[in-house]
Nanobody
Framework: VQLQASGGGLVQAGGSLRLSCAASGRTFGNYVMGWFRQAPGKEREFVGAITQGGSTTSYADSVKGRFTISRDNAKNTAYLQMNSLKPEDTAVYYC??????????????????WGQGTEVTVSS
């Protein structure tokens, strides 16, 4: 499985961005998809995740109510809609896929495949 994250950029505080994660292969619909981020000098942290069919999501408290994860299995793509962005959201954002077991997890070591990351910078 190959994951390609895109959509990052520079945005002012209060603005919005939508990140995309395109996956190769025909089994995208079997994966739990997660989003993580890593700010300079900090560890990679969980942002949110979505189940295979998209019916259940989970978010970090820091982004709850501002970020929304969705997916389109027909397009092999997951999305991270980020609204009301803050300077502290500045980071490289990564998407990840979990093959098995098919339950949501916040633990980065429980994801099997990772994208290359896309950089988000929020200016104050």
């Amino acid at each position: 499985v190959q994951l390609q994250a895109s959509g990052g950029g520079l945005v002012q505080a209060g603005g919005s961005l939508r990140l995309s994660c395109a996956a190769s292969g025909r089994t995208f619909g079997n994966y739990v998809m997660g989003w993580f981020r890593q700010a300079p000098g900090k560890e990679r942290e969980f942002v949110g995740a979505i189940t295979q069919g998209g019916s259940t999501t989970s978010y970090a408290d820091s982004v709850k109510g501002r970020f929304t994860i969705s997916r389109d299995n027909a397009k092999n793509t997951a999305y991270l809609q980020m609204n009301s962005l803050k300077p502290e959201d500045t980071a490289v954002y990564y998407c990840a896929a979990r093959v098995y077991p098919r339950v949501l997890t916040m633990r980065r070591y429980e994801y099997d495949y990772w994208g290359q990351g896309t950089e988000v910078t929020v200016s104050s």
